[in-house]
Structures are given as C-alpha cells and as structure tokens.
C-alpha cells in the first residue's frame, strides 16, 4: 500500500548543548507512520544516518521518491506500520527541516553558518528524547538505526536507560577509529578547501561550495560500497566508448557514477551541515575514553539486536562485536547476527529479506515481554 | 656505508607513445648504485611507485633524505650494490627529472601542462627499456618494485620477455579494479575541483592547486595504511590537549597527521603530474580486456618472486594470486608469498626483514641460473 507521509515539525524553546552552549529555539522535522496504541507501548524511533533525513517511508508527493528505509517500514514490512507507531526525524544540525547551520540565529537574523555550536551524537539524542516526551511516549518499543543511526541507538540506551525496550544499532560501532575520523576529515577538508565554501558564508550569496562538496561525497561512496560490489556494478567497464580515449573525460563507468553521486548530493545537502555531521560522528565515543565499553552499559536495561554485514569495511563487524560482548558482559539480552552481503556499508539499506526477518522477530519479542511485564 | 648517489639524465630523440603521439625529446632522470660487471649480467631495474623518483637509496647530499627504498638497497642489502648494478629511473609522466607534464614543451616553449599526451604504464616501460640499451645492459637480471612499480615490473615481462630474467612484482595488480580507479578519480576531481588548477596552467602564475593535491594526498594516505595501523599508530588520541575543544581545529592526531602529510606533498610534486600517472595506473591493465591474464604471459620467460601483504586493502592479496595463478597456468617459475604485516599497502616499504630474505633469495638463484644457462 503505497502512502504519502507529511512531514511534521515541532519547536522548542531550548537545548541544552555538550559544548556549554544552548540553542533556542530549536525545531525538529518528524514524520510518523501508524497509529500509536492505547497503552502507548508500541511507538518505535527510527534513527538515519549521516545524509538521511526525517522521509524514512512512504512515497514523498512532490518528488515520487520512496523513502531512505521505504524497504524496511510500511505496512507488512519490518517495521510494521499496522502494528506499530513509528517516528522518524531529522537530526540536529541537518539541512532538512532540523535546525542546523543553515537555520536562522534568531539573535542575528542571519543563517548561523559557522556559528552554530559543534554538536555531539548525545545532542541529537537530546532532542529525539524532547521529542518523544511531546509525542506523549513514556517509553519506546525499539530504537532502531543504521551507520549514525546505530551511534545515535546506543546512545538514546545509554543517555535514557528507562525510556527504551529494545535496541537495534546495525552496521554501527561504539566510537569513530581512526580511520572513520581519516576519511571525514578528508570530506571536511575538501569542503573547506573550496573557495565558495568562504568560512562557511554562502547562503547569501549566488555560490555554494559544490565542487569541493563532491569531492567529499565521491569518498563517502567508495566507503559506502566494498571492493567487490564495485567490481560487479561497475568493473573495468568503459562508458559509451570501447576503446581509450586518452582524454581525462569520465571514460570508466566508475568514474562517471561517482561525478553523478557528487553533482547530485550538492542539490540535496548543505555543506557545512556535512562538517558538523561528520564531527559529531568523530566526537562520538561512548566509553568517552575510560577504555570500558561494559562500564558505560552498566544501567542499560533493554535488550539489543546488533547487526553488521561481512563486506563492510568502513564499519566492520569487529565494532559491532566489541559492542556484543560488553553488552554480553553485563548479562544482557543480547543477539548478533553478521549477514553475508557484499554490498559493503550500503547493505544496511539494500540488504532487506534477512535484517527484516530478524527485526520483525526481535520487536514482536520485545513487545510481548513488554506486555508481560 | 653511508653513500651520497648523483642523479644522472640522458636524452633520447623521440618516444612512441600507445596513444599514437610521440614525444620529441624526452629526458630521463636516473640514479645507478654499484658497478656493472664485465658480463653486464647483474643489472637490476627498480621501478618506483605513483610518488617515487629515481633516488632510490643513499643519502641525498642536499637534503640528507634517504631514498625511498634505502632499507632495501646498499652493500649488504636485499638489492646488494656490492653483488648487483642497481638502476632506478624518474617514470615518464614525472616530475623529478624525467619528461612530464611540468617539462618544457619545445615546440611552445612553455610547460606542456594538459597538452602533454595521456601515457601509460607500458610507454613508461618503453622509455625505461630506451635506458637500458642505453646503458649497454642487454639482459636485466631483475626489474623489481611495489604497487606502480609492480605493474611496471609485470609490463617488462610481457612487453620484453627476451630482456629479463627475474621480475618482482610486489604489492601489485596486472589491471586497476573499480575501487582503485574510483580512488585515483577522487583524487584528480580535488585536484581538478581546485580554482587554482586554472586547466593546468598555473606552472607561470604564483599559484599551484595546493589545497586540491592536499586533498588527493590525504585520500591517498587513508589507502596506504591500515585500518589496524591507523587504530595503532593515532587511535582516538587528540593533539596537545585532553578535552574536545568543540571546534575544526584539527583536534584528532590523525587530523594533524593527514593534514601535514598533505601541505608537506605539494612541495615535492606537481598536480598535473598527479593527473597523468593515476590516469596511467587506471588505464593499466595486461590483458587489454581479453579476459585472460595466462594469454597475455605466453611468450613470457621470466622467473617470478610475487609479494603481496595481509593488511592491504588497497592492492589486496587476491590481485597478486590472480597474476600468481595466470603464471602458474603457463609452467613458468613463480614463487608466491602473503607476507603477514599490519603496515597496509605501505607494508612493501616499511617490511623489510622477511622482503628482504625472499628478495635476496630469489636474486642469488637468478643469477646462478643465468650463468649456468
């Protein structure tokens, strides 16, 4: 059944900030789909990840396009919409109806552009937890995401011990390695070394920092896909031509894949949105240091489903592991699962039949227990 | 023994290129360690990966640097100068001496920039084959090198199975994947992205694409690692301070490290350069899309030492079994090792120990071989 989701927005008046500082206001996008039951035990949070945004299902009216999760959330679907209530909104610091660094400082008038205070994954969370409070939610069924969207659901275990049934952080990891901190600042320095880019000041103006921007997304989709899905997609294929060209056109399709990701994302994302993003991420580290990942769980009481995929490479499935086993640590329900896929960080979104099997078993689990409890 | 080589330079007239120009005249930059014996029969060929240059080993006098495979060749080392006469030349494409994008063009007398001809992996070897009859060397005992320098070790086999007796490709692929295409291409889109760049003409104005090849470097350098060496050389670790100080500043020592990397890059090499090499390492591929690698090593009569190390992702074991595989399928001599490293692709630069046993090993038997035969 094909639906056409609204998307909601909702302000509030403060948020109290990692760094010291505080935003006000602040809106949130959400969009919400299913019926909340009367107990109000059956609303699920859907966290996305680094580009995506509050369209997490449904069919968007104006563009045709499915949303970033539409395979996993509908009626019938993992996320069962004829079971459950589920939310899905845009982080703090995004470009697509949140408030971030394209936003207005009511206190200048002016985007805050490079003024907007660095935020953190537990500032997103924050204000996810605002946000359920308003929707009249004591406690969620499921916390459910994949990549940024895992960060943020151990955090909301983490930050809301007693406000969370069930976690599912998929393809995610406890804290950023070194070499996730390598590639985002690859994508930062790319955006910045822009000239249109200039200090983060473009929204007046008729530029934005579009090449440097591509750059940064051309990486991001080599780590998004493994060596070998490449390979099957694009090999050594020339595009239009069959022999070298000798030219530095887009000869391989490969390269002509990455310019069209590039060009397209400038359309759709606002660049400093990607540096702030991107350093949340790299700030992200659960244990905050004290090397005991177990140690920060040790008020955790919901039960996890942690997920990772065998070709994923830029979250591989060690992370996910270290996360099982201090969970295991502290006796907690916990089941891991590492799905073959060769799709690499992609196969959180692509890879649909098994993660929706196990998602489906695990939150008709949790609700029932809920339910017994 | 501490030894300070000189770089020499010879001119040829003309070089025919695959793509149907030629160039007209072309220098080569080469530096020759030990002394060429009276059968000129202990030659060696050392072939230089995508940033090297002809000062392979010994002290420069100038700068006090080492070469870059300094650990490997000397008296008393792997490629022994006191046993063998060890070559290493500039590649064609270069910026360090030998006939490149930079180069005079004569017929303008300006840089030739992007008007200087798309080459490839094999009209390198063609030059580098110019050098050696040049040198009055008509059968190498070895062409040897990692990463670029092992796909010009395999394309001397193949172009001149008659000229050499033992080829090292170590680190290496006989063609460029999707993956390995779609990080040159990244690379040359942040070099391209740059205003700077100005279509290549900046060598007459006081502005080069700093902030572009920067870039590329960095990205480049997240590829000569490991995610492993990464974790044990940075991990999350901040620079000169404990707390995250919530701005862009580069907080992370990973940060700092890409960063330096980076500026420190655009001092010793050119962009355009840049360009034109990883075009040629993409367009690389010994099979010329027919499919079969064993086809292509049929008149081949060298005896092969394949290395390839575990960490690296960049040019990963499979691609030195699928050359190791072909060779086999032909009868040909080939000895094959997985040397176990954390050190990534850097692993062919850094791992000298057990390299360097197997190096040795291989050399003494090739030319005992060679005298017997």
Redo the contacts between chains.
Sequence with gaps: MIFHPETHYVRFASLAL???AALAPVDVAYQAYGRLNAARSNAILILHAFSGDAHAAGINPQTGKPGWWDSMIGPGRAFDTDRYYVVCSNVLGGCRGTTGPSSINPATGQPYA?TF??ITIGDMVRLQKMLVDQLGIERLLAVAGGSMGGMQALQWAVSYPDRVAGVIPIAATA?????Q???N??G???I????DWNEGNYYATDRKPA??L??AR??G??TY?S?TS??E????RLRAKEK?G???S?E?E??SY??YR?SEFVNRFDANSY?YIT?AM??F?LTN?SHSLAGVFARVQARFLVLSFTSD?LY?SYQSQEIVRALRSRNLDVAYCELPSAYGHDAFLVEVEEQAELVRGFLARTLRMQAAA
Tied chains: 1, 2.
Excluded: T
């Design positions: 990692d760094c010291g490079m205070p660095v804290r950023h390695s070194a070499q901190i390598a590639f600042e690859v930062r320095q790319a910045i070394a822009d000239p090449r440097g591509a750059v051309m990486v989709h080599i896909m060596d490449m390979r997609k694009f090999g050594r070298y000798y030219d530095f887009a391989f490969v390269e990455l310019r590039g540096l350093k790299d700030y580290d240091g490479w591989p």
